[in-house]
């Protein structure tokens, strides 16, 4: 039997995991994590993409900062959600769990120690020296098995300004994509 975690854990979420955790926490704040940045720079040969057709989803890259959700998690839960985290984020070895500081943003400034996952930039599925046309080529026709590349970005996007959390690099990358000629792209269906 796993020995229980004695002490509350802290989830630093900058994805889905803002808008979709999936598992049960005890407090949820605002919070940004220095030294990472959320990336189109996975390739995405499952959900948003294929093998012979491969598409885009976000990573935590190194550089800059990023704003994003801090989840506490009881210390009886522990074991359960990194199991859960890990099957659901771990799904390739593009992705690795780290514990970094993250800063909480709700008033106190606060740092706790935090689990994320980022992207390893050795691995085969990392694409964050894509060149600008191979990635808008990329969201603008991959499609996976959860749909295609630019409906999961028009997504996080969607979701980013829910939390009134503003990404000028995403919002570049989908206006480019959506100025495209219509014969260059597929269409944005809806998704989660």
């Keep these: 039997m796993a020995a229980l975690h004695q002490t509350p854990t ?3 979420g900058y994805g889905s995991l803002m808008w979709n ?7 949820r704040q605002p919070a940004r994590l220095q030294g990472y940045q959320r990336r189109p720079c996975v390739s995405s040969v499952h959900y948003r993409g294929s093998i012979t057709h491969p598409g885009v989803v976000m990573g935590l890259d190194k550089g800059g900062a990023c704003q994003g959700i801090g989840y506490q998690i009881a210390p009886a839960n522990y074991q359960h959600v990194i199991e859960y985290l890990d099957q659901r984020e771990l799904i ?7 514990q970094l500081p993250i800063d909480l943003l709700d008033g106190s400034e606060k740092s706790v120690p935090a689990i994320t996952y980022v992207v390893d930039r050795q691995d085969a ?3 964050g020296d ?3 046309p191979a990635l808008l080529a990329r969201v603008a ?3 996976g098995v959860s749909g295609t590349s630019l409906a999961y970005l028009s997504n996080v996007l969607e979701h980013l300004r829910d939390l009134d959390i503003h990404d000028a690099g995403l919002e570049d990358l989908l206006r480019a994509v959506q100025a495209l000629p219509p014969a260059q792209h597929l269409p944005a269906a809806d998704c989660s």
């Design 130 to 132: 894509l060149p600008p």
């Design 21 to 27: 955790p999936g598992f049960p926490f005890i407090a």
């Design 141 to 143: 026709t991959a499609a």
């Design 10 to 12: 802290w989830i630093f």
């Design 92 to 98: 390739y070895p593009v992705y690795q769990r780290l």
């Design 125 to 127: 599925l990392y694409i």
